[in-house]
Protein backbone atom coordinates (compact mmCIF):
# COMPACT_ATOMS: atom_id res chain seq x y z
CA UNK A 1 0.00 0.00 0.00
CA UNK A 2 1.44 3.41 -0.64
CA UNK A 3 2.24 5.95 1.93
CA UNK A 4 -0.49 8.76 2.32
CA UNK A 5 0.48 11.69 0.25
CA UNK A 6 1.92 14.92 1.87
CA UNK A 7 -1.62 16.68 1.38
CA UNK A 8 -3.32 13.71 3.06
CA UNK A 9 -1.26 13.60 5.95
CA UNK A 10 -1.36 17.48 6.56
CA UNK A 11 -4.02 19.35 8.95
CA UNK A 12 -4.43 22.45 10.80
CA UNK A 13 -5.46 23.52 14.32
CA UNK A 14 -5.16 26.03 17.19
CA UNK A 15 -3.00 25.08 19.72
CA UNK A 16 -1.46 26.14 23.21
CA UNK A 17 2.27 25.12 23.65
CA UNK A 18 2.97 23.49 26.63
CA UNK A 19 6.63 22.54 26.96
CA UNK A 20 9.09 22.17 24.45
CA UNK A 21 12.56 20.79 24.37
CA UNK A 22 15.81 20.88 22.12
CA UNK A 23 16.39 18.12 18.90
CA UNK A 24 19.68 18.55 17.36
CA UNK A 25 21.34 20.94 16.30
CA UNK A 26 18.19 23.64 15.42
CA UNK A 27 15.25 21.83 15.62
CA UNK A 28 12.44 21.68 18.95
CA UNK A 29 10.04 19.09 19.74
CA UNK A 30 6.91 20.85 20.78
CA UNK A 31 4.29 19.48 23.65
CA UNK A 32 1.09 20.82 22.22
CA UNK A 33 -2.69 21.06 23.76
CA UNK A 34 -4.59 21.05 20.35
CA UNK A 35 -8.17 22.30 20.13
CA UNK A 36 -9.34 19.13 18.13
CA UNK A 37 -6.85 16.72 18.24
CA UNK A 38 -5.85 16.50 21.99
CA UNK A 39 -2.44 16.35 23.10
CA UNK A 40 0.10 16.52 20.17
CA UNK A 41 3.84 15.62 19.85
CA UNK A 42 5.43 17.81 17.25
CA UNK A 43 9.06 18.34 15.80
CA UNK A 44 9.45 22.05 14.55
CA UNK A 45 12.56 22.09 12.29
CA UNK A 46 14.99 25.21 12.54
CA UNK A 47 13.52 26.75 15.04
CA UNK A 48 16.28 27.39 17.12
CA UNK A 49 18.24 29.40 14.55
CA UNK A 50 17.90 33.28 14.12
CA UNK A 51 16.32 33.14 10.34
CA UNK A 52 13.00 31.10 11.85
CA UNK A 53 9.96 32.27 10.48
CA UNK A 54 8.55 30.84 13.34
CA UNK A 55 9.87 30.12 15.95
CA UNK A 56 8.76 32.83 18.73
CA UNK A 57 5.49 31.80 17.90
CA UNK A 58 6.50 28.49 19.15
CA UNK A 59 7.57 29.39 22.84
CA UNK A 60 5.72 27.98 25.77
CA UNK A 61 2.49 29.62 26.79
CA UNK A 62 1.86 31.12 22.87
CA UNK A 63 -1.35 30.50 20.93
CA UNK A 64 -0.87 29.74 17.58
CA UNK A 65 -3.02 28.60 14.31
CA UNK A 66 -0.81 25.68 13.30
CA UNK A 67 -0.10 24.10 10.43
CA UNK A 68 1.28 20.35 10.71
CA UNK A 69 1.94 16.88 9.27
CA UNK A 70 0.96 13.79 10.80
CA UNK A 71 4.39 11.45 10.95
CA UNK A 72 5.12 7.92 12.60
CA UNK A 73 5.91 9.19 16.21
CA UNK A 74 6.07 12.72 15.70
CA UNK A 75 4.19 15.38 13.76
CA UNK A 76 5.67 18.08 11.64
CA UNK A 77 4.99 21.73 11.79
CA UNK A 78 5.33 23.30 9.12
CA UNK A 79 3.26 26.96 9.39
CA UNK A 80 2.27 28.70 12.64
CA UNK A 81 0.46 32.23 12.70
CA UNK A 82 0.31 33.71 16.61
CA UNK A 83 -2.95 34.16 18.07
CA UNK A 84 -2.05 34.63 21.26
CA UNK A 85 1.27 36.18 22.00
CA UNK A 86 0.64 35.69 26.30
CA UNK A 87 4.61 34.14 26.56
CA UNK A 88 6.46 37.66 26.62
CA UNK A 89 3.66 39.09 29.31
CA UNK A 90 3.56 36.00 31.42
CA UNK A 91 7.74 35.71 31.19
CA UNK A 92 7.84 39.74 32.28
CA UNK A 93 6.39 38.59 36.28
CA UNK A 94 7.82 35.94 37.90
CA UNK A 95 4.88 34.91 39.67
CA UNK A 96 2.48 34.62 36.62
CA UNK A 97 5.31 32.45 34.87
CA UNK A 98 5.16 30.20 37.58
CA UNK A 99 1.72 30.23 37.87
CA UNK A 100 1.59 29.36 34.10
CA UNK A 101 4.52 26.99 34.69
CA UNK A 102 1.73 25.14 36.85
CA UNK A 103 -1.01 25.32 34.76
CA UNK A 104 0.75 24.13 31.04
CA UNK A 105 1.90 21.07 33.41
CA UNK A 106 -1.65 20.36 34.48
CA UNK A 107 -2.84 20.56 31.37
CA UNK A 108 -0.16 18.29 29.81
CA UNK A 109 -1.04 15.49 32.54
CA UNK A 110 -4.74 15.33 32.01
CA UNK A 111 -5.10 15.92 28.35
CA UNK A 112 -2.42 13.01 28.35
CA UNK A 113 -4.20 10.83 30.24
CA UNK A 114 -7.59 12.12 28.99
CA UNK A 115 -7.90 12.94 25.29
CA UNK A 116 -11.86 12.86 25.19
CA UNK A 117 -11.54 16.28 27.16
CA UNK A 118 -9.57 17.98 24.71
CA UNK A 119 -11.11 20.70 23.64
CA UNK A 120 -12.50 21.79 26.65
CA UNK A 121 -9.33 21.66 28.47
CA UNK A 122 -7.86 23.72 25.41
CA UNK A 123 -10.47 26.38 25.74
CA UNK A 124 -9.79 26.77 29.72
CA UNK A 125 -5.95 26.98 29.32
CA UNK A 126 -6.42 29.77 26.78
CA UNK A 127 -8.84 31.52 29.00
CA UNK A 128 -6.68 31.25 31.84
CA UNK A 129 -2.77 32.33 30.17
CA UNK A 130 -5.12 34.88 28.90
CA UNK A 131 -6.19 36.05 32.12
CA UNK A 132 -2.69 35.63 33.66
CA UNK A 133 -1.48 38.13 30.47
CA UNK A 134 -3.63 40.77 31.18
CA UNK A 135 -2.67 40.67 35.10
CA UNK A 136 -6.72 40.54 35.19
CA UNK A 137 -6.87 38.63 38.86
CA UNK A 138 -4.08 37.90 41.35
CA UNK A 139 -2.00 35.48 39.86
CA UNK A 140 -2.12 32.77 42.48
CA UNK A 141 -6.21 33.06 42.31
CA UNK A 142 -6.18 32.44 38.31
CA UNK A 143 -4.28 29.82 39.19
CA UNK A 144 -6.41 27.78 41.54
CA UNK A 145 -9.37 28.42 39.65
CA UNK A 146 -7.84 27.03 36.45
CA UNK A 147 -6.86 23.68 38.94
CA UNK A 148 -10.03 23.19 40.24
CA UNK A 149 -11.70 23.63 37.12
CA UNK A 150 -9.34 21.38 35.02
CA UNK A 151 -9.42 19.00 36.78
CA UNK A 152 -13.67 19.06 36.80
CA UNK A 153 -13.55 19.24 33.50
CA UNK A 154 -11.63 16.08 33.67
CA UNK A 155 -14.36 14.58 35.91
CA UNK A 156 -13.15 15.02 39.41
CA UNK A 157 -15.06 18.03 39.95
CA UNK A 158 -15.13 19.01 43.77
CA UNK A 159 -17.92 19.80 46.04
CA UNK A 160 -17.96 22.55 48.41
CA UNK A 161 -21.19 22.92 49.28
CA UNK A 162 -22.93 19.39 49.85
CA UNK A 163 -21.38 15.82 51.23
CA UNK A 164 -18.70 15.00 48.48
CA UNK A 165 -19.91 11.33 49.95
CA UNK A 166 -23.31 11.01 50.70
CA UNK A 167 -24.87 14.28 49.89
CA UNK A 168 -26.40 15.82 52.68
CA UNK A 169 -26.91 19.03 52.53
CA UNK A 170 -24.08 21.98 53.38
CA UNK A 171 -22.02 23.78 54.26
CA UNK A 172 -20.18 21.08 55.86
CA UNK A 173 -16.63 21.85 57.92
CA UNK A 174 -14.28 18.75 56.95
CA UNK A 175 -12.58 18.75 53.85
CA UNK A 176 -11.52 15.45 52.61
CA UNK A 177 -9.92 14.88 49.07
CA UNK A 178 -10.05 11.88 48.22
CA UNK A 179 -13.39 11.84 48.87
CA UNK A 180 -14.01 14.75 46.43
CA UNK A 181 -14.75 17.84 48.87
CA UNK A 182 -16.31 19.08 51.67
CA UNK A 183 -17.92 15.96 54.00
CA UNK A 184 -20.29 15.18 56.74
CA UNK A 185 -19.48 14.56 60.47
CA UNK A 186 -20.30 11.28 59.48
CA UNK A 187 -18.82 10.66 56.71
CA UNK A 188 -15.60 12.74 58.14
CA UNK A 189 -12.18 10.46 57.92
CA UNK A 190 -10.20 10.84 61.04
CA UNK A 191 -7.82 13.55 60.61
CA UNK A 192 -9.34 15.20 57.98
CA UNK A 193 -8.44 19.67 58.04
CA UNK A 194 -11.14 21.80 58.76
CA UNK A 195 -11.33 24.92 56.98
CA UNK A 196 -12.32 28.18 57.72
CA UNK A 197 -15.46 29.17 56.53
CA UNK A 198 -14.26 31.54 54.73
CA UNK A 199 -11.50 29.54 53.05
CA UNK A 200 -14.74 27.11 51.69
CA UNK A 201 -16.60 30.24 50.56
CA UNK A 202 -13.21 31.01 47.74
CA UNK A 203 -13.11 27.56 46.88
CA UNK A 204 -16.57 27.92 45.95
CA UNK A 205 -15.65 31.13 44.05
CA UNK A 206 -12.99 29.35 42.39
CA UNK A 207 -14.90 26.90 40.97
CA UNK A 208 -17.73 29.02 39.58
CA UNK A 209 -15.63 31.88 38.36
CA UNK A 210 -17.05 34.20 40.86
CA UNK A 211 -13.88 36.50 41.31
CA UNK A 212 -16.01 39.43 43.07
CA UNK A 213 -15.49 37.15 46.25
CA UNK A 214 -12.29 35.26 45.11
CA UNK A 215 -10.88 38.94 44.67
CA UNK A 216 -11.63 40.00 47.76
CA UNK A 217 -10.47 37.28 50.00
CA UNK A 218 -8.14 37.69 52.61
CA UNK A 219 -4.24 36.37 52.17
CA UNK A 220 -4.73 33.65 54.69
CA UNK A 221 -8.05 32.24 53.42
CA UNK A 222 -5.93 32.04 49.55
CA UNK A 223 -3.13 30.35 51.33
CA UNK A 224 -5.18 27.69 52.81
CA UNK A 225 -7.47 27.27 49.67
CA UNK A 226 -4.14 27.17 47.93
CA UNK A 227 -3.06 23.60 49.94
CA UNK A 228 -6.19 22.24 49.81
CA UNK A 229 -6.63 22.83 45.75
CA UNK A 230 -2.98 21.68 45.60
CA UNK A 231 -3.72 18.19 47.80
CA UNK A 232 -6.74 17.52 45.84
CA UNK A 233 -4.75 18.17 42.73
CA UNK A 234 -1.78 15.62 43.81
CA UNK A 235 -4.73 13.09 44.80
CA UNK A 236 -6.20 12.65 41.30
CA UNK A 237 -3.27 13.26 39.23
CA UNK A 238 -1.97 10.65 41.55
CA UNK A 239 1.66 12.70 41.97
CA UNK A 240 2.92 16.30 42.11
CA UNK A 241 3.50 18.91 40.13
CA UNK A 242 6.90 19.81 39.81
CA UNK A 243 6.46 23.86 39.35
CA UNK A 244 3.44 23.74 41.86
CA UNK A 245 6.42 24.36 44.75
CA UNK A 246 8.00 27.27 42.87
CA UNK A 247 4.59 29.03 42.74
CA UNK A 248 5.16 32.31 44.97
CA UNK A 249 1.36 33.25 47.51
CA UNK A 250 0.87 36.28 48.91
Known amino acids: ?3 PSFAARSYRDDAVVLRTHKLGEADRI ?11 RAVAKGVRRTSSRFGARLEPFMVADLQLVSGRSLDVVTQAVAKGAY ?3 IASDYTSYTAAAAMVETAEKLSDADADS ?28 YLLRALATGG ?12 APGPHAAFSA ?24 LLGALLTGDWTTADASDGVHRREAAGLVASYLQWHLERSLKSLKHVERS
Open 87 to 89: GTA
Open 156 to 167: WAPSFTDCARCG
Open 118 to 145: GTAQYNLLVGALASLSRAAHPPELILDS
Open 30 to 40: IILLTKHHGQV
Open 178 to 201: PLGGMVCGDCRPPGSPAPAPETVG
Open 1 to 3: MAN
